[in-house]
């Protein structure tokens, strides 16, 4: 059987492969991509649990590559549902006419770089072999889902869901005894929608979280024509800052300005909503003394919200503002006010085992009809080290990966030639706005590819030194920052046994001039294979 031959594979259809497949295309390569799932959207073909939005005003959450699409589509909030986000990725790929390059209901599970060829070999579960020169994982950051490790979990006989991968068809929790476990940015955003419906919900958190109101809305078609205006300039705006988003930075420290005026910033942020809240001063995410005066205004609005003093106690964090990351949400706190919903701190009262019945802790068994997963991902490495890949000399990534994920610039990995990470680890990814995130990183490794091209070389690889110095500087700024004082998963700290390492880059506008000092250095730290 002859092998299958196409210039460039690109795993996952979300917004990176499906703008990947776009951009390559352009180039004029032969390019296929394979997608385990029966359609384009990655998070948001799989993430349908109910609540689930985007948390980056949709005006940015969206791709700009076409001026033409960004004028035309009509956002209807804010922040938009999953739904609608589904359906505009699903838009995208009709207009650009792109279903015919992706193989759905396919899982790659392994990669071999052939040396000799200077391309790789790529398996899928169904057997078949595709050989490719480039191979780029778009596989996402949050898309391998977290299951967590309790005894008895297959044992319970009612339902049972991951947020990470809901069914198509809605599900009804009308007049049903309902647990959610987890407190993470989905627990918070199903949470209300799910006690709209049960008869009675049990929230099992692990730790509590900071959530800002998003403040959801219509789109005010006068903001809309504000943007569409000028939005090509509006974009490379945010491209230089540091979460590629229009969050209206503040310069003055919190430390620098009075009581009043602090409490003044932080108020208007709330009453603005979201994630900016953390952009009011500069110091926030630097400066555990000013992070404790954000922390401490969110924990007196939970007491402000929730009316049962006990129920408010559990529910406040007294960890860093930010360093796990911060939730938005629409009544999350309020819904504890309802009688049909408690609180259980399993910190204090650790689940035991999952029953046939429900869930038991230490103290009780709640007896339930359904159990919603709101555990979170194996992020950033998960679906990448799923996929069996041996760079040259066999060399697994898995095996180079084994202290924690190594690469430069978060696009490439030296002794991996030819492969690209679509927001790897080492770039800022999830701490920003991953649209343009995606976007900068697919056009970035498209001029790289057309760069080889016109070395005639065959292939391009990160040198070591380069990537050692790589990851030490992600690691140095880090280290500068509030982030190595909680167990996030950013860390890799909720996956047993995962290496802690601080894996995002942090400063999407200081990461895009490294990137472009690369480049205009002749592809510093990259060596050509011919
Ligand atoms: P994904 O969308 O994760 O797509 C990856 C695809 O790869 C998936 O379809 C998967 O099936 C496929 N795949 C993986 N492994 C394989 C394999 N071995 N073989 C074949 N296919 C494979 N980011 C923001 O910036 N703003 C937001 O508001 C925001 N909201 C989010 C809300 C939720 C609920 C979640 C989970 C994440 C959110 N994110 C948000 C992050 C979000 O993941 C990114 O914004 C973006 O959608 C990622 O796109 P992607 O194409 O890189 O990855
Ligand atoms: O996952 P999470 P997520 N027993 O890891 C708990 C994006 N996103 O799906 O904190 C009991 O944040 C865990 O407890 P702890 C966004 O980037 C965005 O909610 O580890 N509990 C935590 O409470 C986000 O950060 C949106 O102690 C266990 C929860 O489960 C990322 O995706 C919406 C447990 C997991 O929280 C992931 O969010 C949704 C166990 N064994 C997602 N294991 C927007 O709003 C874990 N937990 C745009």
């Known amino acids: 059987m002859s092998t299958e031959t196409h210039d460039a594979v690109i ?21 296929l991509v394979i997608e385990a799932a029966d359609g384009v959207g990655g998070t948001w073909y799989w993430n349908r649990y109910p609540g689930a939005r985007c948390d980056i005003q949709s005006m940015e959450y969206s791709y700009q590559f076409s001026e033409q699409l960004q004028q035309e589509w009509e956002w209807s909030e804010r922040y938009a549902t999953q739904p609608e986000i589904l359906r505009y990725i699903n838009a995208v790929a009709d207009r650009f006419q792109l279903r015919d390059g992706i193989r759905f209901n396919t899982r790659v599970t392994a990669a071999r770089f052939n040396s000799h060829e200077q391309r790789w070999t790529i398996t899928s579960d169904d057997g078949a072999e595709v050989s490719a020169q480039y191979f780029i994982m778009a596989t996402g950051c949050l898309s391998s889902a977290n299951m967590p490790d309790i005894a008895g979990i297959d044992s319970f006989a009612g339902e049972s869901y991951h947020t990470g991968h809901w069914p198509h068809q809605p599900v009804d929790f009308t007049g049903k005894k309902v647990a959610v476990i987890g407190t993470g940015s989905s627990g918070i955003q199903c949470i209300p929608l799910i006690a709209e419906q049960a008869s009675e919900l049990t929230v099992f958190q692990r730790t509590p979280n900071y959530a800002i109101p998003a403040h959801n809305q219509p789109l005010d078609p006068q903001f809309v024509a504000s943007i569409k205006n000028r939005y090509a300039e509006f974009r490379e705006e945010n491209r230089h800052t540091a979460f590629h988003a229009d969050f209206r930075y503040g310069e003055l420290n919190a430390m620098d300005v009075s009581p009043e005026e602090r409490e003044a910033e932080f108020e208007a942020r709330w009453e603005q909503g979201g ?46 503002v930010g360093c796990k990351r911060l939730c938005v949400d629409t009544d999350y706190y309020k819904t504890y006010n ?41 992020a950033m490495t998960g679906s990448i080290l799923k996929v069996d890949i041996q760079g040259i000399d066999g060399q697994r990534l898995k095996d180079a990966w084994a202290e924690g994920p190594k690469t430069y610039l978060g696009l490439a990995v030296s002794g991996f030639p030819n492969l690209f990470t679509v927001t790897g680890p080492g770039s800022p990814s999830v701490l920003t706005n991953m649209m343009g995130s995606i976007e900068h990183h697919v056009d970035w490794i498209a001029d790289c590819i057309n760069y080889v091209s016109e070395q005639n070389a065959k292939s391009i690889q990160a040198t070591p030194a380069a990537q050692e110095s790589w990851v030490t500087l992600v690691n140095d700024i880090a280290n500068a920052t509030v982030y190595y004082g909680c167990n996030s998963w950013y860390l890799g700290a909720n996956v047993p046994g995962k290496p802690r390492v601080f894996m995002p880059y942090i400063g999407f506008d200081t990461y895009y001039e490294q990137c472009n000092q690369v480049v205009a250095n002749g592809y510093q730290g990259f060596s050509l294979g011919t």
């Open 11 to 31: 795993v996952g259809a979300g917004f990176a492969g499906v703008y990947a497949l776009h951009k390559l295309r352009g180039l004029g390569l032969d390019t």
């Open 275 to 320: 994630l900016p809240f953390l952009a009011g001063f500069a110091d926030l995410l630097f400066d555990k003394e000013a992070n404790e005066m954000a922390a401490e205004f969110l924990r007196r609005k939970i007491r402000s919200i929730v009316k049962d003093p006990e129920t408010a106690e559990t529910l406040t964090p007294d960890s860093i």
């Open 338 to 378: 309802k009688d049909h919903v408690s609180l259980v701190d399993i910190r204090d009262t650790p689940i035991e085992c999952i029953t046939s019945n429900g869930v038991q802790t230490v103290k009780q068994e709640y007896q339930l009809d359904c159990i919603v997963f709101a555990t979170g991902f194996d």
